[in-house]
Every structure is written in C-alpha cells, then in structure tokens.
C-alpha cells in the first residue's frame, strides 16, 4: 500500500503535511510518496526521523495556489503537486491521493486525470459529519453546483457503500435535503429528485430539514453541491463565532474563568467529538480511483487522519464495491 | 398604533402568544388586536391581569396548521386567523401584523391579500442575525426559493433601509451569499445577480462565503430562499446539537457539572447575544404592509420581542421608506 501526498496543499504546507505524514508512517505504518517542491519537500523531512524506505519523493516544481482558479490552474500548470500526484494514481502502483490543497483543482484534475466512474456522470465531495448519534456521510459539499436529480441518486449508491464500508455501518439509510419533510417541497430539483429516489433507491427514507444534519436522522444525505458547501461554511463560522464570542464572555469573569478551567477536559473532549480533524479528510466520489481532500487549514493531526482514512478506504477495496454497485 | 396579532399561530399557540402580548402591553403600551378562536383566546386572556382597553378580540373559526399546505390552507381556510388579521391590515386602522403561525401560510396570505410594493417581484424573508459586531439583515430565508438576479437587487435595497431604520446603523453594506469570495464563483443566478449588484447597488461589497454569515463582515447579506433557509435551519439544528452534546459530556463529571455551574450567568448571557428570541421576528419584506413572522417555537418573550420589533418598525415608517428606494 501506498498512498501519494499533496505536500504543497494546504495553508500551512509543506510543514503541517509533511508533519502528519511522518506522524502516520509512525503509526499505521503506510508507505507514502510525497509530491512537490523537492527542495522545499527535502528540507521540511529533515526536521523530522522517520524510517527513511517509506517515503518517496516525487519532484513537481509548480504550486497550486488555494485561490487558483481551479479548470485553469489545472490547464496551465501541468507540474504542479496535484497534476504530477494525481498521475501518479492513474499509472498504477500508488493506491489514493490526499491532498489539503485547492479543492477546486483537486476536484478538475481528479476528473481529467483518474476520469469518471462508468455510471457516474459527476463526482462529489463527501463530508464526514458527526452526529448525535454515529459519524454520517453528507455528499455534495461543492463538487457539483448544478447538480440533476440523477446525480444525487449516484450520490446516494456511492454513499452508501461508503458508510457501510469505511464508517462501518449496515443498512445505511438515506435521505434528500430540503427545506421541508413532505414530498413535494423544494425547488424542481428536489422535487424530481424526491421522485427518482423513491422509485430507485430503496434506503431512502424522504426529506431531512437542514436542522436535522446533526441529529443522525439519516446515514447519508445527499444535496446539490452548492447547498451542500453553505451548510457546512455556516456550521463551519458558526462554531467558531460562537467560540469567540463565549471566549470573550468568560474572559470578563473571574468564577468564569475557574469555571472554564474546570471543564477544559469535558469541553474539549466534546470537542473531538465534533472535529473533522478527528475524522480525516472529504472523499471526492465518483472518479476512478480514491482521493481525499483535507480543509486547507489541516492541522498535522488532521493529516494523519485522512491518511488513517485512506487506508482503511484501500483495506476495504471501496473503489471496486462502489463499482459494482453503479 | 394598533397591531394584529396570529393569537393561533406556532407549536404553543394561545398560550405562548398571549402570555408574551400581555408582556408586550405592559413594556411597550401598544394597542393589541388578538385575532383567534374568540373562545379560546378569551379563556386564555383570563389567565392573565392586562388593561382591557389595549386589547381587541377579532373571532377567527378556523385555525392552519403549522403543517398545513401554505397556498391550499390560504384558499380553503378563508376565515383563518392568518387571513382575517391580514384582511384587518389591508383595511387600514392596524399598522403590522405579527404570526409564529405557518410561514409559507403567512407569506401567501400577505402576497395575495396585501400585494407586492411597486417596483418589488417577490416577498423575502428578512432574518436578523446576530454577528460577532451587531446585528445584521440577511434575505432570503425561504419565501422565494426561485430567486431572480433582479430579486436579489431588490432585497439588498429593502434590506439597506431595515438594517439603517430599524437596526439603527448608517451606510449598511450588501453582500452577496456565495461559495467563494471571488466574482465569477456560483451558479447561473449568483453570477447574475454579482453583475446586477455591482452595476446597480452602491453599497455592494461582493460576495461573502456562509462562514462569514456571522462575522459581521456584511450588514446586509442577499441570497435565493432556498439557500438562506438552509443556512438559518442548520445553524439552528448545530446549536441544539451542540447544546445536548455539551450537556451530556458535562453530565458524566463532577467536576465539570461544577465548572458549569461557575460558567452558568455567563452562559446565558452568551446565549443571549446569539437567541433570535432576542430581537423578535423575521421581517417579511416586499410586501405592500409590515408583517413579521415569529418563530413557530416562540417563546412568551420571542412573541413580545416581535412586538417591539413591529412597533420599531411602525415608529420608524419603514414601509414608506422601503417605498421611497423602489
């Protein structure tokens, strides 16, 4: 098994990436080929001691820079880390790609390069997102904003084999965003979508209300890639406001201030419980072949994950289960 | 001044919305039309001590749903509380109408009994978000979930005049919801309506992306119904996952069921900042009359917050004023 990197992606690469790698090869023992920079790439191992044979590095001296118009950045910088990576894929021999870099071009170049899946006519981010009750698995998050009802019911196969697989849950149910419960709410594609999953898909289960993302009502939700990325953006800004805003209001109290030294561990625990760092990176489904796409603000922590993640989506042969059932 | 009030209108509907109208009589002494099932709506009343002369019973048999098919209950239910409060709008001598009833109801009976301001297509929702500076407008959150470019242009102009008269902040700035910063970014109608903003609203500062929202980087932000509903509705449902979540962390400690009691007043008072409950209703704009839409949870001091809100408004001479810039 091995597993290429991005080492450029991300807001923080090459550092934070190549401390993730280093960090999984240490623990889950993986193989890794590192795209970039050789240089820069050279420099950033040297901080670190790993076992030398498990890193590969593979030079590609341009950058995608994270607000790169992502079809043009792919155009014109053919030697850029995730071109030169997302070949090494295709060649065969390299078994995902992770990167933390521009999601936009990671998801033009996985379409150009790896192609699509017979079946499936555009691919889609799925979100790991944690719920009340288990980790569930939202999808689109961005890929495709102009999505058409048949594409949200490849959402919902592809979904499914996900979470049955890689999350580890059977009977996965699924089921619409909307902006209501009963069949017949939305805009024509939710409508007609409705439909189509109804008579195709036999674990759909209707509508979920955007209030019931994280309650765990469904396993997989599916939604037009554009809705998809609000949800999460707000959820995203959301929890960091709000942790402003309470950080500011502790601060003004003494008792307070005790009191949030008291539940420091419970808080952070709670925490973990909801952090994507925790689980790893989106899966960008639908193109031949696995890759992942970490926030661009990933910690090395969150690399490690995605890397975990990775390798359990190779372990579980999700690419050929997903195949067979599209 | 006199205000109409949906006496029949949310989940906990006399109770909650009298209880906050007594409230809102004794703080605000504003003139109250209570609009209901005359029998239920006098036996709630006795409950409570109020000045009989601020409140009007207007008898009203039927009663819509909060589930109710929004067009059909307005054509079948002629003699709601919804309709006939919004007839005693229409008729002059009442200045707002206030419902925590079915929204789609409300905004189809405003539509069709108050009619479109000139120079307005469509009606908006208008929420008042809390942000990390103030109090912000953003439209739409779910009226019109097939928005125009030329809508969206429309409710930047209504939503410059809220957030200037009743907010009370000079030279509000307009934002366009949107997955990236950049011009170009989104669908079909975000590049529209980015075009139509720029060239025709002055106050256009570009897009916002959702994790923004609550930043306060934007005093007016203006999104299709569709987007905006799911925006509202999943930060709704992350704060109460959140809330349970935290809730049941805390609970397994000691310690931290202590800390918490040491971070409670600061607790609530961050919660505060941040509760829609707080400023009151959803100012549905475009419409030829002042109607706010109340949560359907509305607690008795949501209810009276909208009051207050309604009276706001009134004082203001919002209506005329939105007139004005259309």
Do not use: W
Request: proline share 4%; glycine share 10%.
């Amino acid at each position: 098994m091995k597993i290429v990197i991005d080492a450029m992606g991300g807001d923080y690469a090459p550092e934070n990436v190549i401390a993730g790698v280093v960090e999984a090869i240490k623990e889950f023992q993986v193989s890794i080929a590192l795209v970039g920079q050789q240089d820069r790439v050279e420099a950033e191992l040297k901080k670190h001691s790993y076992p030398r044979d498990m890193v590969e590095i593979v030079h590609a001296p341009e950058v995608v820079a994270m607000d790169d118009h992502a079809v043009a950045s792919i155009r014109q910088k053919k030697n850029s880390s995730i071109t030169i990576g997302m070949g090494l894929l295709k060649k065969g021999g390299y078994d995902a790609f992770v990167s933390a870099g521009n999601t936009g071009a990671v998801v033009a170049a996985s379409t150009f390069v790896l192609g699509m899946i017979p079946g499936v006519d555009r691919p889609g981010i799925g979100c790991v997102i944690p719920s009340l009750k288990e980790f569930n698995l939202m999808i689109d998050m961005g890929a495709n904003t102009a999505a058409k009802p048949e594409h949200l019911l490849q959402y919902a196969k592809m979904a499914k084999v996900y979470v049955q697989e890689v999350i580890g849950r059977s009977n996965p149910k699924v089921a619409l965003l909307n902006i209501g419960e009963e069949e017949g709410k939305g805009t024509g594609l939710e409508k007609e979508a409705y439909k189509l999953l109804e008579e195709k898909e036999p674990a759909f289960i209707g509508n979920v209300e955007a209030n019931e993302i994280y309650t765990g009502k469904a396993d997989c939700i599916v939604c037009d890639g554009y809705v998809g990325n609000v949800a999460l953006k707000v959820s995203e800004g959301l929890m960091e406001s709000v942790g402003i805003l309470m950080k500011r209001e502790i601060m003004r109290n003494p008792i307070a201030i005790f009191g949030a030294f008291l539940l420091k561990s419970t808080l952070s625990r709670a925490k973990k419980s909801i952090d994507y760092a925790e689980y790893g990176g989106a899966p960008l489904l639908g193109v031949d072949g696995l890759v992942l796409i970490s926030h661009g603000r990933s910690s090395p922590k969150a690399i490690k994950n995605a890397i975990r993640q990775a390798k359990r989506e190779i372990e579980h042969n999700i690419l050929v289960k997903i195949k067979e059932v599209l």
